[in-house]
């Protein structure tokens, strides 16, 4: 057929004649009839012919057992409420998404179709609400996680059986941290058995798991690991020592700055005496203590050395036992700490050693401060006690006391905190209608 194309070409369309043959006859015939030029006509026709030959063998005839979705058995969320949750994807607002998915979860209602796929991606990004997520997308999305390996992994369990020698990094660290938290000693064992064969950015992630059951007893292994040829993995182990109670590491800052605060009683209005903590500067640390995590030099302007040294080792000592060396009622050291002439120099690492060892006298003293807020220092409080801090801070920090007031818990905002305050009761107006469309 090819060479009849050419043959056409070269003598012309007067002197020679292509006809689609064959198959494409019926083609042909309405190419001819529908052309009235014949150079048009012979171009269409040629042009058909190429593309029928390239269009190779017709395709033969398949099977595959595709799994049949299951039928939904709750019902679906309204279109308002899933236009709710499409808003907050769009704007990553993940206040308002936990909230939506939360209340849904209560309700027990799906979200639509058409949202599976965006939900099943966000749930990717949020390991550890996950299952919270996936709930609200139904059989639905049970089904296209078994179909799409980059879903796969949330229709998995948490890894209840991960295997220490086979399993994924992730499923590795799961194991170890749950044997730590029932059988501490034993989950070292294990990690001390391999722990040489692992490349550094593992060691690393483990070091990090010993967090969970962490005790004076893992001092040892720790202490071999800081001659680690890996920077990071001797940062992580000396990150679990420095404050670890009883450590030799935690020792040497603890016993610098019972040497380097001095407290004194001065008379005070005349008749009243009055305990002052004062900081000796011509204290200096040993040079062993500059091998252990503590910088010499201040980088913070206008910061002594030695202020900043000392300001340092305060974030990785228990308040507990600096006030127990002083024979003070912890709330007592904690107070002379912050009135103390370079409590300003000192309130950031006050404030990391408040969240490091949950210590709630600390948190609440410095929120009572000036310019004392940091949510994670509310977090800290009980809960029935954080009411006089976000009267406090609501106004000066609306979006982070927001968050923690819409937690995952999702409890009753307090009365006089909700009809207090114009800008949260605004902001609950605008998202109240949620609440009916949820019941």
Request: proline share 3%; charged share 30%.
């Amino acid at each position: 057929m090819q060479d009849e194309i050419v043959k056409t070409g070269l003598l012309g369309t007067n002197r020679a004649s292509f006809q689609l043959a064959g198959d494409l006859n019926e083609i042909g015939s309405k190419v001819s009839s529908s052309q009235k030029d014949k150079e048009d006509a012979f171009l269409i026709s040629a042009a058909i012919t190429f593309l029928y030959a390239e269009s190779g063998l017709e395709a033969e005839e398949g099977k595959a057992d595709m799994p049949v979705c299951p039928q939904e058995i709750k019902a679906e969320l309204s279109g308002n409420i899933n236009q709710y949750i499409a808003d907050a994807l769009a704007g990553r607002d993940d206040v308002w998404f936990d909230f939506v998915i939360a209340k849904a979860n209560q309700a027990g209602k799906l979200v639509s179709a058409k949202m599976v796929p965006l939900i099943l991606n966000k749930a990717l990004e949020q390991r550890q609400k996950r299952e919270k997520i996936v709930s609200v997308c139904g059989e639905l999305g049970k089904w296209l996680c078994m179909l799409n390996p980059a879903w796969m992994k949330l229709n998995e369990k948490q890894e209840e059986d991960a295997d220490w020698e086979t399993g994924s990094l992730e499923q590795r660290k799961l194991f170890l941290r749950r044997l730590r938290e029932v059988n501490p000693s034993e989950a070292l064992d294990l990690l001390k058995s391999s722990f040489a064969q692992e490349n550094a950015a593992n060691r690393v992630e483990f070091i990090e798991v010993l967090q969970t059951g962490l005790s004076i007893h893992d001092e040892p292994f720790l202490l071999e690991v800081l001659n680690d040829k890996s920077k990071k993995v001797k940062e992580a182990a000396l990150s679990l020592l420095q404050p670890l109670e009883g450590s030799s590491i935690n020792q040497l800052y603890l016993d610098h700055l019972t040497r380097a605060f001095q407290v004194k009683e001065e008379r005070h209005l005349l008749l009243l005496k009055k305990k002052v903590l004062y900081f000796d500067a011509s204290v200096l640390p040993s040079g062993e203590i500059f091998k252990i995590g503590i910088e010499k030099v201040s980088s913070e302007k206008g910061v002594e050395d030695v202020v900043f040294q000392t300001a340092q080792m305060l974030a990785f000592v228990n308040p507990r036992l600096l006030a127990q060396n002083f024979n003070l009622p912890e709330e007592d050291w904690i107070s002379l700490l912050l009135e103390q002439k370079d409590s300003v120099i000192f309130k950031p690492f006050l404030l990391a050693a408040a969240i490091r060892f949950k210590n709630k006298l600390l948190a609440e003293k410095i929120l009572d401060s000036e310019n004392g807020f940091d949510i994670r220092l509310m977090e800290i409080i009980d809960e029935d006690k954080r009411l006089q801090w976000f009267e406090k801070y609501l106004d000066s920090h609306f979006t982070s006391v927001l968050e923690m007031l819409l937690d995952q818990n999702y409890s009753i905002l307090p009365v006089q905190l909700s009809e207090s305050k114009g800008s949260l009761q605004t902001h609950i107006r605008l998202r109240n209608p949620i609440i009916s469309d949820l019941h």
